[in-house]
């Protein structure tokens, strides 16, 4: 039987495979490059609710849209219900944005102190009532982030899923983990699958989706109606692209290569450059180049020199060096710098 397409309130997606929200990395630079691998959804780092109600100069720089990146998901976050739907009402009429997402998964303490992200797990009435309010007050589908739950004693997924559901949402995507977890062990998948047989509308799974196989075996196992892509897309849009290849066709497309790594790596950072000035930039990138550069064997000594560069022309300059010498070892025969 065919699928029907993935859509959520009235967007439709091209394929099944989404950028997960994560905090300091999903600007629009980010974003961008993900989504030219050929992501269905992007979604945007969570922005604050109360930022975004006082102007805050940063805050508002947060909302840049680059027109490629559509569809996208800009996420909020907030405990007050007032500030969030004035938030999220001025999202509705000033971003581009296809989808207005509230964050109730973030484990952090500076958000749970603010009553916002995972703290709302331990409350279906508030889920309710503050998704209620924020639906009615914009015209683009909202949808929510969140956790199984706070605890392994308060799992409320089901109640808090169905919640926010019957509160007018167009989507819920559901991380595997509860709030204490944080990122470490391992995620329920047997949770999202419970809930899934509860939702009716599309519910998006998220949680230890590393490979292209791990995302069919999420869609098989779990019946999620999208896969939620994060930490394995670090340094590797690519992962976006080869997930997407398998689920159409079951073929597993090769990693890139070193050279491609880079260029894609340089590509990011001049995105970067212009979304955010060469010296924030550059300190941005150092965290990312690592990452471009998992995998390359020998990679220690790069990845320390970048750590202290201070300008594009270092951090570039490094960069093609790092390709220079790695092409060097491949044609003189069997190299230690191996992807």
Same mark, same amino acid.
């Given at each position: 039987?065919e699928?029907?397409?993935?859509?959520?309130?009235?967007?439709?997606?091209d394929? *099944?495979?989404?950028?997960?929200?994560?905090? !300091?990395?999903?600007?629009?630079? /980010?974003?961008?490059?993900?989504?030219?691998f050929?992501?269905?959804?992007? @979604?945007?780092?969570?922005?604050?609710?109360?930022?975004?109600?006082?102007?805050?100069?940063?805050?508002?720089?947060?909302? @840049?849209?680059?027109e490629?990146?559509?569809?996208?998901?800009l996420?909020? /976050?907030? !405990?007050?219900?007032?500030?969030?739907?004035?938030?999220?009402?001025?999202v509705?009429?000033?971003?581009?944005?296809?989808?207005?997402?509230?964050?109730?998964?973030?484990?952090?303490?500076?958000i749970?102190?603010?009553?916002a992200?995972? %703290?709302?797990?331990?409350?279906?009435?508030k889920? @309710?009532e503050?998704?209620?309010?924020? &639906?009615?007050? &914009?015209?683009?589908?909202?949808?929510?982030?969140? *956790? #199984?739950?706070?605890?392994?004693? +308060?799992? /409320?997924?089901?109640?808090?899923?169905?919640?926010?559901? *019957?509160?007018?949402?167009?989507?819920?995507?559901?991380?595997?983990?509860? %709030?204490?977890?944080?990122?470490?062990?391992?995620?329920?998948?047997?949770?999202?699958?419970?809930?899934?047989?509860?939702?009716?509308?599309?519910?998006?799974?998220?949680?230890?989706v590393?490979?292209?196989?791990?995302?069919?075996?999420?869609?098989?196992?779990?019946?999620?109606? $999208?896969?939620?892509?994060?930490?394995?897309?670090?340094?590797?849009?690519?992962?976006? @692209?080869?997930?997407?290849?398998?689920?159409?066709? !079951?073929e597993?497309?090769?990693?890139?290569?070193?050279?491609?790594?880079?260029?894609?790596?340089?590509? +990011? /950072?001049? *995105?970067l450059?212009?979304?955010?000035?060469?010296?924030?930039a550059?300190?941005?990138? %150092?965290?990312?180049?690592?990452?471009?550069?998992?995998?390359?064997?020998?990679?220690?000594?790069?990845?320390? $020199?970048?750590?202290?560069t201070e300008?594009?022309?270092?951090?570039?300059?490094?960069? +093609?060096?790092?390709?220079?010498?790695y092409?060097? +070892?491949?044609?003189?025969?069997?190299?230690?710098?191996? #992807?």
């Open positions: 039987m699928q029907k397409p993935f859509q959520i309130g009235d967007i439709v997606m394929n *099944r495979v989404v950028l997960a929200p994560m905090a !300091g990395i999903c600007n629009s630079a /980010f974003r961008l490059t993900v989504k030219e050929g992501a269905g959804l992007v @979604y945007a780092e969570m922005i604050s609710d109360k930022g975004i109600v006082y102007k805050n100069e940063k805050t508002l720089n947060m909302l @840049y849209i680059d490629r990146e559509n569809p996208l998901s996420q909020i /976050f907030g !405990g007050d219900k007032e500030t969030l739907v004035e938030a999220a009402k001025y509705d009429q000033n971003t581009t944005a296809d989808i207005i997402d509230i964050n109730m998964g973030c484990p952090v303490n500076k749970i102190k603010c009553e992200g995972a %703290r709302l797990l331990l409350d279906p009435n889920i @309710y503050m998704v209620a309010a924020v &639906v009615d007050a &914009v015209n683009k589908p909202v949808s929510v982030k969140m *956790r #199984i739950g706070w605890d392994d004693e +308060h799992v /409320f997924a089901v109640e808090n899923a169905l919640a926010a559901e *019957r509160a007018g949402v167009s989507a819920i995507a559901m991380h595997g983990r509860t %709030r204490v977890q944080m990122y470490e062990g391992k995620a329920n998948w047997d949770i999202l699958r419970q809930v899934k047989q509860e939702l009716k509308i599309p519910f998006i799974g998220n949680g230890d590393e490979t292209p196989q791990d995302a069919k075996r999420m869609l098989d196992e779990t019946g999620v109606d $999208a896969v939620m892509i994060g930490r394995a897309a670090l340094g590797n849009p690519w992962m976006m @692209y080869r997930t997407v290849k398998y689920l159409e066709t !079951g597993l497309i090769a990693e890139p290569s070193v050279r491609e790594k880079i260029d894609v790596c340089l590509l +990011h /950072f001049e *995105r450059m212009a979304l955010k000035g060469e010296v924030v550059v300190r941005e990138m %150092r965290k990312h180049a690592s990452w471009y550069l998992k995998g390359v064997r020998g990679n220690g000594k790069a990845r320390n $020199a970048i750590n202290q300008s594009a022309r270092e951090l570039t300059n490094l960069l +093609h060096q790092l390709v220079y010498d092409e060097q +070892h491949q044609s003189e025969g069997p190299s230690q710098l191996i #992807i």
